[in-house]
Structures are given as structure tokens and as C-alpha cells.
């Protein structure tokens, strides 16, 4: 009964991102992927905010903190990831600039696919990952769904308009689903997570994760609040393919990533709703 159970919970993290990608893409046209080129400097800043000062960041965290192996790779496999499409959900909530949102978190996912898979051979040595493996796993289960979507929107966009929110609410359900799941599956080893100092370690790098975005998000008060969400706000997705393809034995790496995900979400609501009364 366990292993069928965790067979559901791998299945429903694939549901997870497959119907977060399509929910995504039927929301916008290429066109709005674009608009945050025309910004070079704020693009290399949150380039550099992303995938150089959070994962230096990390690696000082982890050399304060000592964590269990497998903590230690679930907190890197979130620290290597960008360019989360629950970002999108948290700009609403604060009115900023969504074209900007959308188009960095595009640009984000797009160097993800192919910074992941080069960085964790350096940021987890002695662990074998295969590359080619990550790199098709993100092509298939992030990227084609999104380039679906979005040539729905492009092409029918009545169907779109009717069928995103089918495909959003879903993606809301199977991650109930699969943080309900591994709890009750492996909820001794999220226990253990708690007295490991990896709740601390979770605080302190989505913190200084916002913090860092917030920073370089330019001028305007906009654009660094959606870089300062965008860079707390980790892939899972990524984190969850990659989990799946190298680590689906190690709980310790899947209680990692829902803890770091579920905590940046409750901390950038809160933060949400302060710069939303500013």
C-alpha cells in the first residue's frame, strides 16, 4: 500500500507541473515574454540575483548551518532553480508590473533549463547527476506544456480564456495533493527536518532571497517587488524533476523542497499584502 501511495504522490507532482506549465501558457501570448527585454540592466541584475548571489548565498548558509545530505541537496536543488509560475499569483495580489512578472519568470525558467543541470555537478559534489536526464526531463514537463499553451492562447483564444482555469484549478489541487501525501508518507522524516536546523536555514534563504531581488529590482518600486518575489519564490517544478529523477528514495530531499516552497509562499503573501497597503 506505501509503495502504490508513493507512486501517487511522484504521479501527482508530474500532474502538479504539467497543469501549472499548460495553466501559464493558456494565460499569455509570446508577446508578453518579450517585454522585459527592452530593461538589459535589470534583466542581468535579476540574471545575477537568481543564479549567482542566491546560490553564493546558500552555500554560506550551508557552511553555517550544517545540514544532512539530503537537506542539504533539496535546499540547493530550490537555490538552482528560478523562475516560479506561482510568482504570478503573488504580483496579482500587490498590483505590480505583471508584463515584467511574466516575462522574467519565462527568462528565468529558460536559464534554469540549462544552468541546472551544468551548476549541481559544483554545487553537489561526489553526487551523480545525469545532465542530458534533468535537461529533457524540464524540456518535456515544463517547456512543451508551456509552448502548447501558449500557441492555444495565440490561436483559439476563446478556448483559452475557457479551458486556463480548468487546468489552474487543477494545478492548485494535485499540490495540496502532493504535500498532504508526502506527509503522511514520510511525516517522521519531516519531523526529523525540525530539529535539524533546516527550518532556520529555510527562513534565512528565502528572506535573503527577497531581499536580494528586492535590492536589484531597479528604481521603480514595482519592479522590485516583482524581482524580490520572483527570486524567493523558487522553482519547484525544477526542484520536483530533478527530485524524481536522482533522488525519489531520499524523503529527506522531497521534505526539503515542500518546506522551502510552503514557507516562501506563507512569507510572501505576508510581505504581498505590506507592500500591497504601501
Same mark, same amino acid.
Do not use: H, W
Given at each position: 500500500? +506505501?509503495?502504490?501511495?508513493?507512486?501517487? =504522490?511522484?504521479?501527482?507532482?508530474?500532474?502538479?507541473?504539467?497543469?501549472?506549465?499548460?495553466?501559464?501558457?493558456?494565460?499569455?501570448?509570446?508577446?508578453?515574454?518579450? +517585454?522585459?527585454?527592452? %530593461?538589459?540592466?535589470?534583466?542581468?541584475?535579476?540574471?545575477?540575483?537568481?543564479?549567482?548571489?542566491?546560490?553564493?548565498?546558500?552555500?554560506?548558509?550551508?557552511?553555517?548551518?550544517?545540514?544532512? +545530505?539530503?537537506? =542539504?541537496?533539496?535546499?540547493?536543488?530550490?537555490?538552482?532553480?528560478?523562475?516560479?509560475?506561482?510568482?504570478?499569483?503573488?504580483?496579482?495580489?500587490?498590483?505590480? %508590473?505583471?508584463?515584467?512578472? #511574466?516575462?522574467?519568470?519565462?527568462?528565468? $525558467?529558460?536559464?534554469?533549463?540549462?544552468?541546472?543541470?551544468?551548476?549541481? $555537478?559544483?554545487?553537489?559534489?561526489?553526487?551523480?547527476?545525469?545532465?542530458?536526464?534533468?535537461?529533457?526531463?524540464?524540456?518535456?514537463?515544463?517547456?512543451?506544456?508551456?509552448?502548447?499553451?501558449?500557441?492555444?492562447?495565440?490561436?483559439?483564444?476563446?478556448? =483559452?480564456?475557457?479551458?486556463?482555469?480548468?487546468?489552474?484549478?487543477?494545478?492548485?489541487?494535485?499540490?495540496?495533493? #502532493? #504535500?498532504?501525501?508526502?506527509?503522511?508518507?514520510?511525516?517522521? %522524516? /519531516?519531523?526529523?527536518?525540525?530539529?535539524?536546523?533546516?527550518?532556520?536555514?529555510?527562513?534565512?534563504?528565502?528572506?535573503?532571497?527577497?531581499?536580494?531581488?528586492?535590492?536589484?529590482?531597479?528604481?521603480?518600486?514595482?519592479?522590485?517587488?516583482?524581482?524580490?518575489?520572483?527570486?524567493?519564490?523558487?522553482?519547484?517544478?525544477?526542484? /520536483? #524533476?530533478?527530485?524524481?529523477?536522482?533522488?525519489?528514495?531520499?524523503? +529527506?530531499?522531497?521534505?526539503?523542497?515542500?518546506?522551502?516552497?510552503? /514557507? $516562501?509562499?506563507?512569507?510572501?503573501?505576508?510581505?504581498?499584502?505590506?507592500?500591497?497597503?504601501?
Amino acid at each position: 500500500m +506505501e509503495v502504490i501511495l508513493q507512486q501517487l =504522490a511522484n504521479f501527482s507532482i508530474l500532474i502538479y507541473i504539467v497543469t501549472t506549465m499548460l495553466s501559464m501558457g493558456l494565460s499569455f501570448i509570446p508577446k508578453q515574454f518579450l +517585454e522585459p527585454l527592452k %530593461d538589459k540592466s535589470l534583466i542581468l541584475k535579476s540574471l545575477a540575483a537568481n543564479f549567482i548571489i542566491l546560490p553564493i548565498i546558500t552555500y554560506l548558509i550551508l557552511q553555517l548551518i550544517p545540514l544532512p +545530505e539530503g537537506l =542539504a541537496i533539496g535546499l540547493i536543488l530550490m537555490a538552482a532553480g528560478a523562475g516560479s509560475p506561482f510568482m504570478l499569483k503573488i504580483v496579482q495580489l500587490i498590483k505590480a %508590473d505583471m508584463a515584467f512578472a #511574466v516575462g522574467l519568470m519565462i527568462i528565468l $525558467s529558460l536559464v534554469t533549463l540549462f544552468y541546472l543541470p551544468l551548476m549541481l $555537478s559544483f554545487l553537489l559534489p561526489g553526487v551523480s547527476v545525469n545532465p542530458l536526464a534533468i535537461a529533457s526531463s524540464l524540456i518535456v514537463l515544463i517547456f512543451l506544456p508551456l509552448i502548447i499553451g501558449t500557441s492555444i492562447k495565440s490561436k483559439y483564444n476563446k478556448v =483559452a480564456t475557457r479551458i486556463q482555469p480548468i487546468f489552474n484549478q487543477l494545478s492548485s489541487i494535485f499540490i495540496v495533493v #502532493v #504535500v498532504i501525501l508526502y506527509l503522511g508518507l514520510n511525516y517522521q %522524516d /519531516f519531523l526529523t527536518v525540525f530539529g535539524t536546523g533546516a527550518l532556520i536555514s529555510s527562513i534565512i534563504f528565502i528572506l535573503a532571497a527577497f531581499t536580494t531581488g528586492y535590492l536589484l529590482g531597479g528604481p521603480s518600486s514595482s519592479t522590485r517587488s516583482v524581482l524580490g518575489m520572483g527570486t524567493a519564490i523558487r522553482n519547484s517544478s525544477a526542484a /520536483f #524533476v530533478v527530485a524524481l529523477a536522482n533522488f525519489s528514495y531520499q524523503y +529527506e530531499v522531497m521534505a526539503m523542497i515542500i518546506v522551502v516552497y510552503m /514557507f $516562501s509562499i506563507i512569507f510572501m503573501v505576508i510581505i504581498s499584502r505590506i507592500l500591497r497597503k504601501k
